[in-house]
């Protein structure tokens, strides 16, 4: 069982930053790929982005829209997983939530075990 805390989402203008974090419960983070999903108000739940578990390079993979912008990021000491996010634009307004999967994730199969959520608005 893997619990997951979000922290980090707030209001910032357009062209700001922000830095997201998801810290894990237990002592096999490191065995878990980690991701980002974020869930606008009135659409579906989309992918941002993903890092693989240890051990295979930390491969990471984003979504187009935010490609170039955002980055993911791990610290298995800490059982924590980061999203930083630079030059935010009024569309990256969402609920964005923390994933974990004991394999792979990918954007239409996330694992499944999910965190509370954490706003993240962007005004314009």
């Known amino acids: 069982q893997v619990q997951l805390v979000e922290s980090g989402g707030g209001l910032v203008q357009a062209g700001g930053s922000l830095r997201l974090s998801c810290t894990a419960s237990g002592r096999t983070f490191s065995s878990y790929a980690m991701g980002w999903f974020r869930q606008a108000p009135g659409k579906e739940r989309e992918f941002v982005a993903t890092i693989s578990r240890y051990g295979l390079g930390l491969s990471t993979y984003y979504a187009d829209s935010v490609k170039g912008r955002f980055t993911i990021s791990r610290d298995n000491a800490k059982n924590t997983v980061f999203l930083q996010m630079n030059s935010l634009k009024p569309e990256d307004t969402a609920v964005y939530y923390c994933?974990?999967?004991?394999?792979?994730?990918?954007?239409?199969?996330?694992?499944?075990?999910w965190g509370q959520g954490t706003q993240v608005t962007v005004s314009s």
């Open positions: 994933n974990a999967a004991a394999g792979t994730i990918v954007p239409d199969n996330p694992g499944h075990y």
